[in-house]
């Protein structure tokens, strides 16, 4: 199967979402967040470094609960900007 490349604005929404997973984590270790979550600490540093930028919604999920984020905050943080409408005159 191939994947479709992911576009700069999926790109930018991962690099928003590893941000804002790692700020919450703060000084808790990677491995505790993982094992918390149910996932693999690789999985959980592939996420916040970008290089799964796209991760299932229920590892999302998951995360959330287990660094108390409401998916809504996530939602929220990492949502691309919206594009300017121009005014009809």
Not at 22 to 29: D, L, Y
Not at 47 to 70: D, N, Q
Request: charged share 20%; net charge positive.
């Amino acid at each position: 199967m191939v994947r479709t490349p992911l576009t700069p604005e999926e790109r930018l929404r991962g690099e928003r979402l590893g941000a804002l997973l790692r700020a919450a984590r703060g000084e808790r270790s990677m491995a505790a967040v993982a094992a918390s979550a149910g996932i693999s600490a690789e999985t959980l540093r592939k996420i916040e470094t970008g290089r799964a930028p796209t991760p299932a919604f229920f590892t999302v999920a998951a995360l959330a609960g287990a660094l108390g984020l409401s998916l809504d905050e996530i939602l929220g943080h990492c949502a691309p900007e919206p594009a300017a409408t121009p005014l009809i005159a």
